[in-house]
Nanobody, 119 residues
């Protein structure tokens, strides 16, 4: 059974930092592209960042470029999202996503972790 468990969310002041973690189990982690999505109240879920493979392609949404960094540790089956210079508009539930690179299957999702940026 595949599980993605996010952690690290919380309340932070504007300009602050948070580091999200997503621990995966039940899958061969190195075979999966790992992504972070977010969904703010009343808005659609949007892609924040994706890492295709270890040492491979990384992409970011324009809104977070230069502030967020995605990384993965295949030995720990974990993907991270370092978020710096946080803004109130970054407030959302952040979700981890795992999608197999070679097989067309539905992706896996975590349960989400709340990030609130407010003074």
């Amino acid at each position: 059974q595949v599980q993605l468990v996010e952690s690290g969310g919380g309340l932070v002041q504007p300009g602050g930092s948070l580091r999200l973690s997503c621990a995966a189990s039940g899958l061969t982690f190195s075979n999966y592209a790992m992504s972070w999505y977010r969904q703010a109240p009343g808005k659609e879920r949007e892609l924040v960042a994706v890492t295709i493979s270890a040492g491979g392609t990384i992409n970011y949404a324009d809104s977070v470029k230069g502030r967020f960094t995605i990384s993965r540790d295949n030995a720990k089956n974990t993907v991270y999202l370092q978020m710096n210079s946080l803004k109130p508009e970054d407030t959302a539930v952040y979700y981890c996503n795992a999608k197999h690179r070679g097989i067309i299957t539905a992706p896996y999702w975590g349960q989400g972790t709340q990030v609130t940026v407010s003074s």
